[in-house]
């Protein structure tokens, strides 16, 4: 069965330090979506792309995030610089079609810890 | 603005019997309710989704039940088994414009032999 890849599965850094996380969607998604879990909370939605294009950042701290989908498969996102506050899981996700509203499939995460 | 809510964060259920998980929401425009559930160290997975045009859906041992009145829903899993202990996560969003899905805080379900 297909899956979303994520890397790396953890990552520790320093604070002030860069940090990036790679997402590959399932072959053929046109919607993908970083949500960031801080433990003990549900996943909240940080960026979605629409093939290449984003729809929704509204959450997404733009003045240390970013992200891009530059050919509308796989995708980046990076935190510089990472704060203490940004430990926690990243996991992406993709859907087949082109609403926020499907059902979404995850990766395994990436499991940040800020020092 | 929490608009899905999951107010028991921990249930502790003996194997065999029935689990009741219990979600609440807030916005009267959700219409597609979907349920997740997370094993440590693993991205959430699709376990069941509900259309408002409904009031129940079952698959298997899983059943979601929707009331639009109390906007509340629940997942009920019976019989539960050992492999069922993860945490569980609903989620709701309004198909109308396409909205965003919102996740609870879930709710951590352990089964005890």
């Known amino acids: 069965e297909a899956e979303v890849a994520q890397s790396p599965r953890y990552k520790i850094t320093e604070k002030s330090q860069a940090v990036a996380f790679w997402c590959d969607p399932i072959s053929g998604h046109a919607t993908l979506y970083w949500y960031r879990q801080i433990l003990g909370q549900g996943p909240e939605l940080l960026v979605q792309f629409q093939d290449e294009s984003v729809v929704d950042d509204s959450q997404l701290p733009k003045d240390r995030f970013s992200a891009e989908r530059l050919k509308g498969v796989d995708s980046t996102l990076k935190i510089q610089p990472a704060e203490l506050g940004d430990s926690a899981m990243y996991l992406c996700a993709s859907s087949l079609g082109r609403t926020a509203n499907e059902k979404l499939f995850f990766g395994s995460g990436t499991q940040l810890s800020v020092l | 603005d929490q608009q899905v809510k999951q107010n028991s964060p921990s249930l502790s259920v003996q194997e065999g019997r029935i689990s009741i998980l219990n979600c609440d929401y807030t916005n009267s425009m959700f219409d597609y309710f979907l349920w997740y559930k997370k094993y440590p160290a693993e991205g959430p997975t699709f376990l069941i989704s509900?259309?408002?045009?409904?009031d129940k859906n079952e698959d298997g041992r899983f059943t979601v039940f929707l009331n639009k009145s109390a906007k509340h829903l629940s997942l009920h899993i019976v019989p539960s088994q050992p492999g069922d202990s993860a945490v569980y996560f609903c989620a709701a969003s309004a198909r109308q414009g396409a909205q965003k899905l919102v996740f609870g805080q879930g709710t951590r379900l352990t089964i005890n032999p």
């Open positions: 509900i259309s408002s045009i409904k």
